[in-house]
Every structure is written in C-alpha cells, then in structure tokens.
C-alpha cells in the first residue's frame, strides 16, 4: 500500500478527508495524489435551467482554483511526496476513472450539510464499481492513527474478505487488532479462518463475538468501536442480495451516515 488517492473537493469533509490522507500516507511511506474534481451541475434543455446551471458551473470552477491554490501552498509545507490533478465530472464517475494504480482511496462519510455533495452515495458507488479500499472518513475527523486499536468486522462474505486482504499493509501496523464478529444468522466463513489469514501475515487477532439481531448490527459495531476505543473499522460493503439491497446494504449505509471513525470499506 503505497498510492492514496485524497478527494480534493471544496466542501465540509475536505480537512478531515486530507488530515486522514496525510496520516495514511506518512504511515506506509507513501504518495499521495489529489484529484481535484470541479462537479459538473445538472443540464436542462430548458434556456433559463441552462443558464443558471452555466452560473453555477463558473462559480463551481472559480471555487475550486482558489482550492487547489491554497492546497499546494499548504501541501508544500508537508512531509509528503505528493501531487495534484483536476478534472471536471461527475464524483462518483471520475474518481474510479483515475483510480486505477490507487491502492487506497480516501472520501467522506455523509456530510452535515444538506447543500453539500452526497459523499455517502459517492463512497458507496465507488467501492462498489471501483474495486478498491475506500477510506469514508467523519467529517469532525482530526486524523487516523495506524498505530491505535484496529476493528475488523466480520460476517464471512467475500466483501468481508477483501476489506480484510486490502487493509493488511495498515493492520500491521495496528497496536492491536480485534476481529469482530457480529452474529445476525447469516453464516459465512468462520472467524478462525479470517484469524488463521492475519496470523501468516504476522497479526495477532483477538477475537471477540456479539450476537444481535439483524437490525441493531450497526449499533453493534459501532459501540464495540467506541469500547475498544478503535482508530479505525475495517468492514466489507454489507448486504444480503436482493439487488445488494438497492446497491448498499442496511449496515453499510447506517454506518455511512453516523459511524464516529474512519471506515475502510471494500466490496
């Protein structure tokens, strides 16, 4: 894990999302790219609806160059190899496009704001399409300790296993790991088999179970978090078919909207 690709938006996540990046980068010893997306606003064929929509596009543009401005004055003061790219699109469509040779992602978590981007659909479509690890990170985040207590959730499915696989480079260089497995009746592979995985790559896992019902999963996770006094939650996109519940699962979405701490989410 050496490439981390950094959200470069002006909206209300943006500290949290860059403290995060930095941190994660410093800790791999890594590179971290920007992409500044200038977001395209909706088109009508209606004349006035087209007008307006040029307005907010040159505001949109205005906006985003006085951001990229202050970000490299202020990147160039970092302890960071890094460097900045801007395209113009849709969120969620121009971050997998760039995405390629990112071995981590870092976006918000849903924003406060109802003006701002919708970051939760943003990070949920892109792990999804883009294959790749997505940090959602609070927008109140101050930073992300890799060296702190590490939650990895665990419900036997193969997204479970690929957040597991992607997060190994960090998990290393957790103090602790716990390996969660949050019981709701759906079975999968065992949690030994995901603790006999973090063992050959070094790891030493403590397991720990709750059992709860289907709907309190999310409530679950996150008050073992906040017990263990986590840095971070590995956990894969959740979800239990029917079209993948509408593309995010009841759990991934309830922790997309509140969860306190940076999630690293694979699908």
């Given amino acids: 894990m050496k490439n981390v690709l950094l959200l470069v938006h002006d909206d209300d996540g943006q500290e949290a999302r860059l403290q995060v990046a930095l941190d994660i980068t410093r800790a791999v010893d890594g590179h971290l790219k920007c992409l500044d997306v200038m977001h395209l606003p909706v088109t009508a064929s ?5 007008i307006a929509g040029g307005l ?12 990229r401005v202050r970000l490299r004055e202020r990147l160039a003061r970092e302890d960071v190899r890094w460097e900045m790219e801007g395209v113009t699109g849709d969120l969620a469509l121009c971050i997998p496009v760039h995405a390629t040779l ?4 870092v976006l918000s978590r849903q924003l406060e704001s109802p003006t ?17 690890p997505i940090v959602a990170v609070p927008q109140d985040c101050t930073g992300f300790n890799a060296t702190g207590t590490a939650i990895v959730a665990w419900d036997g499915s193969t997204s479970a296993a690929a ?27 065992p ?4 603790a006999a995985y973090l063992s050959r790559h070094g790891i030493r896992a403590i397991m720990r179970k709750v059992t ?3 709907a309190d999963v999310a409530k679950s996770l996150q008050r073992v978090c906040s017990d263990e006094r986590a840095s971070y939650c590995v ?20 922790m997309l909207a509140s969860a306190p701490l940076p999630l690293i989410m694979a699908h």
């Fill in 56 to 67: 907010i596009f040159q505001e949109e543009r205005a906006r985003e160059t006085r951001n």
């Fill in 191 to 194: 949690m030994e088999e995901a």
């Fill in 116 to 132: 701002s981007p919708n970051m939760a659909a943003v990070a949920s479509k892109v792990a999804l399409h883009c294959h790749k």
């Fill in 235 to 254: 956990m894969g996109i959740y979800g239990h078919s029917q079209v993948r519940e509408a593309l995010l699962g009841g759990v991934t979405r309830q």
């Fill in 163 to 189: 957040a597991l696989a992607a997060s190994v480079p960090l998990l290393k260089l957790a103090r602790r790991v716990v390996l969660l497995q949050v019981e709701d009746g759906n079975g999968g592979e």
């Fill in 212 to 214: 709860t019902e289907r």
């Fill in 102 to 105: 990112a071995d981590i992602i």
């Fill in 46 to 50: 209606d004349p006035i609806a087209g």
